[in-house]
């Protein structure tokens, strides 16, 4: 019978911290490495037997997964929670190990192997960038609003000669490299969207989910790239819970203890959320939906909320199906749950 071993990982750029727990969970060993494929793979090395690694959620964590996937039976990623105590990186490696031998682990943190996993890079820099051209342009437009400047609309961010109309010679000079700045961004974030629009035709996945209503190349991207696999999620109600479109009461005899918070990926919200507003937009099944459940006496609010939770499961139901979106399938099941409100 193989030797088991829990080995708790806490990895960093310059260093890694190592303890080994056996089957009975003793420690038999703690060791500091350089963060250095050859010296990593030499302290695995010594091990022979069945190897369940634990590791926190960190910077280096998805090359870490890539490097010691086939060197173990099983890596498990989790997402330290608020320490009350001191922590070490020994200690806290410890009790990563010991709640993995004891299946207590809390959070786990999803990785794979999966070349989609690449996307993450590219889509969280995306986002980096975003918030910058955001937080410029605000600098920017306030110069002008010290001088009681209407703006005629995004021409303020395209036109320099809008400069000139400043009131004093300090406020030409910082908005000089600001519209600069701005420029240099937006020209990256056209580089951006091109790649996005490229990885369409690179990806399958990609450009199945651009066949739904209110996503495009930008939020199919931005799908994939967190979800990775769709087969994650056993049910859509699973999907709901980590895109963070549900709530979870905590209910006893009829009276309510608040919510539980489901840890999720804040970002997806944000996807779905902004989709709905592409979907009323337009004119398809989604769209006839919210206005069936309007027409069918639900709030404003309450439908808005099932658009975006419609949304999600037809992302989830094409990518598991592989097959493209089919609005006269959706318009024909619509028809069937809201005959009376149809004829």
């Avoid at 990982?9 to 056996?22: A, I, R, T």
């Avoid at 995306?126 to 437009?141: F, G, P, W």
């Avoid at 420029?183 to 990885?199: G, V």
């Amino acid at each position: 019978m193989a030797r088991k071993y829990y080995i708790g990982l806490d990895g960093h750029s310059k260093n890694c911290f190592f303890v080994v727990l056996n089957s009975q969970g003793k420690v038999i060993r703690r060791e500091k490495t350089p963060t250095s494929e050859a010296q990593i793979l030499q302290f695995i090395r010594q091990y022979s037997g069945e190897i369940h690694l634990v590791m926190d959620e960190t910077t280096i964590t998805q090359w870490l997964y890539v490097l010691l996937n086939d060197k173990v039976e099983r890596i498990v990623v989790t997402q330290s929670e608020r320490h009350s105590s001191s922590k070490t990186d020994f200690k806290e490696a410890e009790q990563h190990a010991q709640d993995l031998r004891a299946n207590n682990l809390k959070i786990r943190v999803y990785h794979s192997c999966d070349a989609l996993m690449e996307l993450r890079a590219m889509v969280s820099g995306y986002k980096d960038l975003i918030q910058n051209v955001v937080a410029e342009k605000n600098r920017y437009n306030a110069l002008f609003r010290q001088s009681a400047i209407t703006r005629a609309g995004t021409s303020l961010y395209k036109d320099a000669e809008w400069i000139k109309s400043l009131r004093t010679d300090s406020q030409r000079f910082v908005a000089n490299p600001l519209f600069e700045r701005i420029q240099l961004l937006e020209r990256h974030r056209e580089l951006y969207e091109k790649q996005f629009r490229e990885n369409c035709n690179t990806h399958k996945e990609i450009r199945l989910l651009t066949s739904v209503p209110g996503i495009g190349a930008i939020r199919a991207n931005q799908i994939v790239a967190q979800v990775v696999s769709p087969y994650r999620f056993p049910t859509k109600y699973n999907f709901f819970a980590y895109c963070l479109l549900v709530r979870h009461f905590q209910n006893s005899d009829g009276v309510t203890y608040g919510q539980k918070k489901p840890h999720g990926q804040s970002d997806l919200k944000g996807i779905f959320k902004s989709s709905r507003l592409s979907v009323l937009k337009g004119s398809s099944a989604l769209r006839l939906k919210y206005d069936l459940m309007l027409a069918n006496g639900a709030s404003q609010k309450a439908a808005f909320n099932a658009l975006g939770r419609s949304i999600a499961s037809t992302v989830l139901g094409v990518w598991k199906s592989g097959q493209e979106y089919n609005d006269k399938k959706t318009r024909e099941r619509l028809n069937s749950t809201y005959k009376n409100n149809l004829t």
